[in-house]
């Protein structure tokens, strides 16, 4: 045990300093280097990492109280109740070496009583005052004890201090309490209360199973200690020599880390692999029965867990057979650990390996998932991916599936009990949490008003508990953002001076100054903040680092003689004060935060249903503003998705296949159907998350995986089961249809509906001015454009001539298609203004009189199906407007879906010919032909710049030539230069001038520049271009979206960003 205990507990006590929780531990054991586990791998273990991957909560706890010394175990649980961690450990050690009073074979039973029946009635009644306060912790045992006793072990471990209600001594050598007859009471000064330790078991005495079930009722964690003679054999197959009876004692663990719900009955089971049947005594299950049934009505804690230690039994098939009979005696599932002392060489490292995973695969969904799955894992766990696969396979379909009460159990052929998923994926089902999350504050209200006191209560701390829950999966869904906001390797793969300039490279692309958005600058703070750890002066105030140095130059005067002993360090050597000094400097303590505050003072404090309601609204809020900060964090993960999480996801998937299908499907048997279901429900278990997260980003590959290493296994084994091959094929659906859950996860929205103000005009006599009615509109939450239109025209009835109207909001066209959603749309605050379609305006004034005073006739088109209701809103008289031919052939010019809500055409837009009145192809090629006339214009005018840089070029080529002309005639004697004319004459203005050189441009050609530009000083407001993204301040850049970067041009003018899209060609990004 020295070996693995050495390892890990450095490790161990620097994640308590950094008051982390014990369930995270296994992350730190992935990335532990191979250098620690040197000596732990000279002892033989077949691969060091395997040994830790299994570490429960209590054994991590467990196994550093053992390594600790006696003088130190109390301030290492002080440490552990600082940080909040799970409650604290009580467990015998050695047997007691005094030996009990004599007693011959057969008088064991009055050897019990005399030593274990008393029971004070003051310890009962200083007890009975407790159990609405705080839990307390209950030990039942036999005699057998450490050397010090139980009382003083208890004291040692936990640094109580000890109150103890005795009888006689019963032998003097023995210095423990325990031995005397009555009940230990230790005060605790941790959250735990009151631990109370019970000596002996007498079932007959009614004083003694009252005050056993008043302790059982009011504990969180109770310890039973068994033996091997607590189990009898059955009659028909007894051995010939029957072990002799002996009280309850035990030295060996098995741990039972959920709810037990005993029955009353004897029960027996066999082992697959052969082992006698085996049943509880009376004693034990009437003492079970009693621990399970115990509640009280409105206190005590709302979970207890059983830790059962047996003690001498070394046989597997006894560990097995007892397992088995747990199981079907109260729908216990136990999981048998190996004892601390024989970790190092245990045969079996699967189970340590399984439990490993189970605390990881929670991490692998939102760090490995689609953004849109995280953002459900984080908030409503890990079952709302889960449950839908295990209900596919179970038979179950729809969102019935995400409530734990719609899954069969497993008596009934199902996967998981209710209890399983509960412990699994938390108190409150996915379907509980996505109602609270889509509901209104009036339906709050209502349910409030409905629950009552013990009901309350109970919501409010169930929802407390996944308020803990969530907030820490949101935090690593945050840090996953961080990693993909900077655009840097994950967590241990990049340094922090990689992090520091990609938070430098972000900024400058992302601050308001350069053209950025102001709010992903903001959320880049928070980023950097998650990810750059502060240096240790910027934590330390001034005091506490002059007292640092100060402290640093007396270690440096001291002796150099505690180096040396260092260097000799051994398991009996080590300074344990020494090692806390370094590990837990004195540091006040971390202030809790504020919801924890109000947690505890709500469980602490009596029944106030005004506070509850309170907390109740609250936890409302908390669970919409958790929903909306995971949506802006899987943004930014969305926008910069890779490839390399499929990759991730799906290796983690065959490790895990690979695994499992060594160590289980080759123990499968030919023709063992029973053991094949069992296989697959376990396969389902273990690996759900991980299937899940891969499954989600590659199905196909996924699919491939499961098939071939376990379903092909499966089936070649039991080749004829319906049963085994329903639920293989149904696990391949399901995960075919896992990527089509995140575009289902994806449309929960947390509105409480959306309100509307439509103003409709009403009709006046010519004289007068129309008016206009406001009518209140709600719609609910994923409602979509069309549905606006169509509440609308039934909000206006026979005002917009059955057409829809046309929607403007702050004077602007709202136009699309009809399956746009409008949390889509920019809409502002002030109310929607609704104007009858031009077509039926137009087609009114072209109807003749004769026929507006004829009678209507009856459209020979479909009339539209019934509208929704809207609540609140008048009904208008439903009239048909008369309708000519024309407009009855442009009704039935729409598509067939307009009416339902369908989406229309890819590039039709019916508002678009109400408008204009034009065919949509002949729009398009005039589109078309402005736009080549425009890409025709914009070439010709960079010809003619290029042809008047080639020209402007040639023209001072020729103004260079005639100035070294002249200076060349100019040095030339006088006599050798050319004979000047002798008058000088400026020859008439002619009609046409003749150049001299037909190639040269000559000045006086060009027209004048009349024109004068005024310089800008700040950009155009009214300029739009689609492939203009920032632009800079100063006035000298402009980003360009299609080739991602800064394109250079004047102050202020972007006629040069035109030109380079037109030299570059983004018509296709223009399009």
Known sequence: MRGLIWVLRPYFIDWLQRRQRLRLFTQLLVSMPDSAFKRFTSQGAEAPLQALMDLTERDLLVATLVSTPVEERSRLYACVAENDLPLPLAFSGLRCP???????????????????????????EALLALPCERPALLSLGAQGCSQG??????????????????????????????????????????????????????LGDPTWMALVSTWAASSALILLHVSLED??????????????KKPMDSHARLSASRRVNASGGSVTSTSSTGPAKIAAKAELMALLKILTDAKFTEAGPQRRRILVLLRDVTSSNSISSIQAYLEAMGGLSVVPLESLQSLVGAPRQRTLRRLREKLQQEMYLLGEAPHDVARAVTLFGAGVVVLPLLGRVSGIDGKESLEYSSHPQRASGGLMDRLDLELKFGSLDPHRLISELTGTKEALEKRLQSLGNDELQEEVLALQDWREKAMGRLKTLEKRAAWAFLGVAGEGVASQAEIKKAFKRRALELHPDKGGDADRFRLLQEMRDLLVEPKSHDLEGPKDAKKAEEKGEKKETEGEDDAEEEEDFSDDSWDADEEFRKMFPKRKKKPKRQDDQEAEELKNQDFHRGKFEAARRKLHRQLR???????????????????????DALRQLRKFVDRFAVTELQRLKENDPKKALRLL?????????????????????????????????????????EELQRRCAALLEAIKELPVMGEQVSSIHTDEGLFFELLIPVPASPDALPGVRRVPLQLPADATLGALRKAALRCGGEQFGGACPRIFSNGRFLAGSDRIPLTNLELGDGPLQCLPSNLTLRNKRSVPKSDERAPPRAPTTPVPPEIVELPEAPEAPRKEAPKTAEVKEMVEAFPAGFWNGEENKENDDQWFNDFFAEPEEKQREERKAAQEQGRNAMQARLKAQKQALEAKKKLEQERKKAAEKKDVASKQPQEKRPAAPETFQPPSRPTSVTPTKPDALVLAKDEPCTKLQ?????????????????????????????????????????????????KVGHFGWID
Request: net charge negative; with cysteine; charged share 20%.
């Open 231 to 244: 189990f009898a054999v059955p009659d028909e197959e007894a051995p010939k020599q029957m072990p002799s």
């Open 98 to 124: 005094c030996p009990p009073e004599e007693q011959a074979e057969g008088d064991f039973i009055t050897s019990q009583v005399d030593r274990g029946v008393t029971v004070h009635w003051e310890a009962f």
């Open 681 to 721: 429900r376990r396969f389902l278990e273990q690996g759900s998350e991980v299937l899940c997260a891969a499954g989600a980003l590659d199905p196909t590959a996924t699919v491939s995986v499961v098939a071939m290493q376990v379903n092909c296994p499966l089936l070649q084994a039991v080749p004829e089961n």
């Open 1014 to 1062: 005024k310089s800008r000083d700040a950009w155009d407001a009214a300029w739009n271009h689609p492939c203009a993204g920032a632009k800079r301040s100063d006035g000298t850049a402009i980003f360009c979206g299609p080739c991602d970067c800064w394109i250079t041009v004047s102050r202020f003018d972007h006629h040069d960003f035109e030109i380079h899209c037109e």
């Open 149 to 202: 006793g139980k009382s003083t072990l208890l004291r040692e471990l936990l640094g109580l201090d000890t109150s103890t209600v005795e009888a006689e001594p019963s032998r003097p050598p023995c210095r423990s309490p325990a031995h005397n007859p009555g009940v230990d009471l230790l005060q605790s000064h941790a959250p735990l209360g009151w631990t109370v330790d019970v000596h002996g078991c007498c």
């Open 625 to 647: 503003d958790a929903w909306s900060r995971a949506s802006r964090l899987t943004e930014e993960i969305h926008r910069s998705h890779t490839s390399a999480a499929s990759a």
